[in-house]
């Protein structure tokens, strides 16, 4: 149906009121409509009556409709645990989203005896489970049941792998973050990040810079957001000509070039080695006045500085 297209993306959009609009003016509502409406509650906050309402109003309900206001329980209302509970209990169907959400719940809430007993108690688990207790362990400072689970997981995940990678550099458990990085078979950009960033934090910059050029050895394009927030908070001379021939000799010259000049702006002294690399790097790209006319714009006034 075109109207449930229409409030799923305006809902997506966080545009509530917009979907409610389209929701209010339509004759035949499914199930899927209710849902759809009911799940844009779970994003705003003070609206929990709003979705009871709602969700009373639903005529045929599924394991979604529960799911969802099951959310708005945890996510909605501060965590209203109590309540939350109170609601799974009841449910007359329960499938692992349902027995995760409420885990994840207890688990935020800082609640992890309580997400403990659900965890021993779930019939199946899933890597949602799992990162969310140790997660859950993590924030509550029991690194030593992070551990546990974490070694007693069926597989290695990413996500609960970087935030004991996080966890370890953030205390000084350089060591272990840099054993457990090697072990891990996966990474993402957030895993290479928790690393560039811990190293830095620790005073250990050049380490960073190491870790970087090897990110970008793997094809792995960083977050330019993330990395100037990470790299550049100490605005230290070797990590900048460092990262400038990191990604020059990637192929990633405009970006090269991009750092070179707001390295200058900022009255930096560059070295040779990375106008050099900002140059030699912008060649596979090199067009028009781009290319031809970089020497002239940065040259003269890079040896003039030097």
Known sequence: MLSNRTITHDIRSGDLDSALGVFHNMTVKTTVTWNSILAGYVEVRGKLRDAQELFDEIPERDTISYNTM???YTYVNNSDMRTAQAFFDGMPGKDLSSWNTTISGFAQSGRMDKARELFLMIPW?????????????????????AVHLFEMMPFISVVAGTALITEYMKTGGIELAEKLFEEMPRRNLVTW??????????GRAEDGVKVFRSMLGYGIRPNPSSLSSVLFQGRMFVTWNAMISGYAQHGEGKRALGLFDEMMEKGMKADGIAFCCSVIGLQPCRTGRFGDNIFQLYGKEFWNRS
Not at 194 to 200: E, L, Q
């Open 193 to 202: 990040n928790a690393m560039i960033s811990g190293y830095v934090e620790k």
């Open 125 to 145: 688990k899933n890597e949602v489970t799992w990162n969310a207790m140790i997660s859950g362990y993590i924030e509550s400072g029991d690194m030593e049941m």
């Open 70 to 72: 099951l959310a708005c």
